[in-house]
């Protein structure tokens, strides 16, 4: 079946992986990217399918309603999947606007275009609004966020995702709007920036800086591997009940100091160097303020309802990934350039 469907975000980390797997898997659609191209941003990451024919990319800040207007003008879409957002807890807590204009007022600017001009045509018209297991806040030891943990986000990135959620909501109660919206544990693999955990750690360790720790790196977080997101994305996307809420997740929790030891022995083996070097470079740093202690995903409805499953272990996900940063140094250096070293210097210093 043809379908025209915008995909927001697409220049990013997962909305990449996101791109590349509808516009291979589903040639009959067109896939169309809008995004702003932000710090994080990047079309390096798409260069392998840019060319296809069912793709296109259109520059476009969400927040430039006027913009977002013309391009549900120019393509009569019936389904969008929205990943485009200010991602990063740390400059949420440093600089909270961007996060207020993009992840809500944003949202709301896409919301509204899609309710107004959804196309008539006999296909299944869909909103899918993609999070995060944050807007549940943050739990103790024991006991795992399902589909009716109550809102609790407790940082401006949270706060900003939990809004429009709710708007997203909204549109459905209120206008009828066919919605769905899935809440995900922390991504890692291929092309993250490397502001986040893992491609950071990979990065200081590779060159030799001190790996930042936050706090006494006792907080747990639950690791999915990308191209699982990308695959239950593409799930409930096509098989997901409309106005139904999914998590998705890895059901991998990691301490974060255990992680960091893991990938100081895997990145040590793969560099050759001594077992126990890289764990040397780990520092404890003053903690994240409000940093939520644990994240864990109970997915088990969109396994048992739509049947998905995760299809890579820790293991091997954290191997693919060291890979990658280490064979595609070039990508990383022009991030690490610019504007990226500017925020580094900023967060960390001179460490
Ligand atoms: P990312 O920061 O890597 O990419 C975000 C993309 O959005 C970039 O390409 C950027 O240029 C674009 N963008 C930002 N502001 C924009 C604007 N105003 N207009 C148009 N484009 C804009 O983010 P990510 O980690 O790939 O996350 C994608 C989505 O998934 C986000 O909505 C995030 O909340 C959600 N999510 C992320 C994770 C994770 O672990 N990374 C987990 C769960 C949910
Ligand atoms: O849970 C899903 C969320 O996961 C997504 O919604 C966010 O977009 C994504 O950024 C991620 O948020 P986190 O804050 O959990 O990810 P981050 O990689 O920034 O941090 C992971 C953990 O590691 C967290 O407990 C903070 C800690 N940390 C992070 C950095 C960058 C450190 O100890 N040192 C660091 O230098």
Redesign the pocket.
Known sequence: MKRIILITGGAGFIGSHVIRRFVRRYPEYTIVNADKLTYAGNLGNLSDIDREPNYHFRRVDIVDKQAVSALFGEFRFDGVIHLAAE????RSITSPDEFIYTNIIGTVNLLTAFRDTATERDVRKLFYHIS???VYGSLEHGGFFTEQTPYDPRSP??AS?ASSDHMARAFGNTYGLPFVISN????YGPNQFP????P?TINNIKTGKPI????K?E?I?DWLYVEDHASAIDVIFHAGKPGDTYNVGGDNEWK?IDLVRLLCKVMDEKLGRVTGSSEKLITY?TD?AG??LR?AIDSSKLQKELGWRPSVTFEQGLRMTVDWYLSNEQWLETIISGAYSKYYQEMYGNR
Do not use: A
């Not at 502001?195 to 893992?198: A, G, Q």
């Not at 930042?212 to 706090?215: I, R, T």
């Open positions: 991602s990063h807890v740390d995060t297991d944050e990135y949270s995702k995900c544990s922390n991504n502001e986040k955990l893992i950071l930042p720790v936050y706090g790196g907080n977080r974060n740093v994240r940093h939520d994240y």
